[in-house]
Every structure is written in structure tokens, then in C-alpha cells.
């Protein structure tokens, strides 16, 4: 089963008494590449957590291309968060073999390579990630989030601990991901790397939603003027 769009209509989530979403409603198509923009504690990692199936509304509806929630999701969704889910003991070769595994894939071995490559770990491959730098485990743990062709892309500020050259590799990942029509949703306060790919922006304040209109300007100043 498959899915063409993604789609949240007056979600809240509470948290106590702290409301992290607040009726927030969008529409994500195949093909896109939409910016999630805000401070934070705004509520971007909430709206992604609710996205990928692991956190529930409080209230609201989610729906993948017109369907509800369902198990199957889960294989067609590729999730990059702050916890990168990465097993330190492990070589960077075993974490993605395990995951390959996880999600029942063929050629494990040469899906394994092909995420080395893509992430420039080669010749770390049979290293433990324990000794990997912050930018070497954030480039590993987005090919593990990938290795599977998830449908729909979650990625919770992707460019931490990345140097320029790595920056330039993220974006162009991404700009293959919109050639093959998948959903992508970005939380990212990095604006101007973003800025060339993204479809459009959305801004997520205080648990709210509001578009950021195109226009006069570079994307960092319609975010301020938004934001006021």
C-alpha cells in the first residue's frame, strides 16, 4: 500500500497542561519539500513525533493519502529525530545492517554498502560509532532513516554537527527524494541552506500554525516578518 499525501486537520496534542499543538492543520503532497520553521519549544518535534505514528493526538485527525493511522505506515515512513537511533557498540556497518533486517529488506549487504557510500563512511564501516564525530553519526543515522525508500521523509533538524561539504551532500539527497515524488517535511532553523529546495515554508509558533507567503525577500526576512 501507498500514499500520496499527508494530512493533519485541527491536531492538538497536550502535554498536562501544556498544550504543544494547538488545532494545527496542513496538507503535504507527493513531491514536496516543505520547510517547518520556529523557535524553539514551538512544537516542530511534536508535529514530526505525531507524523510518524509515535505520539498520538490529543484531538484532530491524521490522515496518509485519505487513510487513517494503520501498522503498515510504519514501513513507509523514514524518521530523522535528535535521538538518532544508532547503537554505539555497534560498527557503522551493523547498525544499518540491523535496521535493513528490522524492515525485512533484500540485499542487505548491498544496501548496506550503497548507505556507506552515500554517507562517505567507507572506510569507517567496521568502526564503532561510539568514536564517531557528531556529523559522521548524524550523516549514518539519516541513510539508516532512508534505507528502507520510505515514502513519506521526517526530518528533525537534519544539518546538526554537518560541515559545508556535508551540508551540500544533505541537500542534494533531498533534491533526489523530491525527483522519486516522496513527502518530505524539514524542521530546520537552517534557512538558507533550505531556502533553494524548499516548496514553501511554514511557520510553527507557541503551538500554532501559519504559512510563510512567498514574496520580496530572502526566506529568513518573510520569517521574520511572519513571526511578528
Not at 33 to 44: E, F, R, Y
Not at 71 to 90: K, T
Not at 151 to 160: I, K, Y
Not at 161 to 170: I, N, Q, T
Request: net charge positive; charged share 25%.
Amino acid at each position: 500500500m501507498d500514499f500520496t499525501s499527508l494530512s493533519f486537520t485541527d491536531v492538538t496534542r497536550n502535554f498536562g497542561r501544556r498544550r504543544a499543538l494547538n488545532r494545527v492543520s496542513f496538507r503535504l503532497e507527493t513531491g514536496e519539500i516543505v520547510g517547518l520553521l520556529g523557535p524553539n519549544g514551538a512544537g516542530k518535534s511534536t508535529l514530526l513525533s505525531i507524523a510518524a505514528t509515535l505520539l498520538e493526538p490529543s484531538s484532530g485527525s491524521i490522515a496518509y493519502g485519505g487513510q487513517p493511522r494503520a501498522d503498515w505506515l510504519r514501513g513507509r515512513i523514514g524518521l530523522l529525530g535528535h535521538d538518532l537511533y544508532l547503537y554505539p557498540e555497534l560498527s557503522a556497518a551493523e547498525n544499518l545492517a540491523f535496521f535493513a533486517r528490522l524492515h525485512g529488506l533484500p540485499d542487505v549487504e548491498r544496501r548496506v554498502s550503497s548507505a556507506l557510500e552515500r554517507a562517505q563512511l567507507v572506510d569507517r564501516r567496521d568502526d564503532q560509532v561510539v568514536g564517531f564525530s557528531r556529523g559522521m553519526r548524524q550523516r549514518l543515522a539519516l541513510e539508516r532513516a532512508l534505507l528502507h525508500d520510505p515514502r513519506l521523509v521526517l526530518l528533525d533538524e537534519p544539518f546538526t554537527g554537518l560541515d559545508d561539504g556535508s551540508s551540500a551532500m544533505l541537500v542534494q539527497r533531498l533534491q533526489e527524494l523530491r525527483s522519486k515524488q516522496c513527502l518530505v517535511l524539514v524542521a530546520t532553523h537552517d534557512l538558507e541552506v533550505i531556502e533553494p529546495i524548499i516548496t514553501r515554508a511554514l511557520l510553527l509558533r507557541q503551538g500554532k500554525l501559519a504559512p510563510i507567503p512567498p514574496g520580496a525577500g530572502s526566506l529568513r526576512e518573510r520569517y521574520r516578518r511572519t513571526s511578528v
